[in-house]
């Protein structure tokens, strides 16, 4: 017996459908952000910063990497909470999404970093600069844009990661696919469309960060 398509349901459902996305969008808008932030200052540490910052960065760093992501997700939504930190979902997965990529983020950045000629360091050091502002003025900017490939595809991996999120109730696109799939049980279309979405979220995210790109570093897109 051939199996019979119905889609008939997205007439009901396509507001949870949409809700869903936007609550994906605007957890990698946060997390990105916050997670690229995060790890460009990881970044300086590992290469640049205080001896004695180092290893508990090394240390985060290597934990992150080498841990699920659900597992840190769990661990901080419901494990923090046994010593008094409470917070709610959305919290977590920001939390969660912000930590994961910082740690990505410092190594594909120090990777920038290590590749930058050291007469760019003497420069800024002959100019009497810290190397705080060497990095920020004369480092960090070809740093980035050596690398910026590499962290855009690590930003819409996290983002497709944050799938996980919806095991703590957070009502992302994943949240919504298994909520429609309990109540019209057609679970092939269901997650269709959500494996849809997650694709044309994806491009549009590289797409993105492509124009970012081309907006910070307008030198490598006339290339």
């Not at 930590?99 to 800024?124: H, K, M, S």
């Not at 919504?176 to 491009?203: D, G, M």
């Amino acid at each position: 017996m051939a199996y019979v398509f119905d889609f008939t349901w997205l007439a009901e459902y396509w507001p949870l459908l949409v809700k869903g996305v936007r609550i994906t969008l605007q957890l990698i808008l946060i997390g990105g952000v916050l997670g690229v932030a995060l790890g460009i200052a990881c970044a300086w540490v590992r290469a640049l910063g205080p001896k004695a910052l180092r290893v508990p960065v090394a240390i985060y760093v290597e934990l992150i990497r080498n841990t699920p992501f659900m597992i840190q997700l769990f661990f901080i939504f419901f494990g923090l909470p046994a010593l008094g930190l409470q917070m709610g979902e959305m919290t977590a997965a920001y939390i969660a999404m912000v930590v994961n990529l910082g740690a990505y983020g410092c190594e594909i950045i120090r990777a920038g970093i290590a590749a930058t000629p050291r007469g760019q360091f003497e420069a800024g050091a002959s100019l009497a600069m810290t190397p705080f502002e060497t990095f920020r003025h004369v480092v960090l900017v070809p740093s980035l844009q050596r690398i910026w490939p590499a962290l855009s595809s690590q930003i819409v991996i996290v983002m497709l990661g944050s799938a996980v999120t919806s095991q703590i109730a957070v009502e992302d696109l994943t949240f919504a696919a298994n909520f429609i799939q309990s109540r019209n049980f057609r679970a092939f279309e269901t997650y269709l469309v959500s494996t849809a979405l997650y694709l044309l979220l994806a491009i549009g995210l590289r797409q993105a960060m492509g124009l970012i790109g081309a907006a910070i570093f307008p030198k490598r897109s006339a290339r």
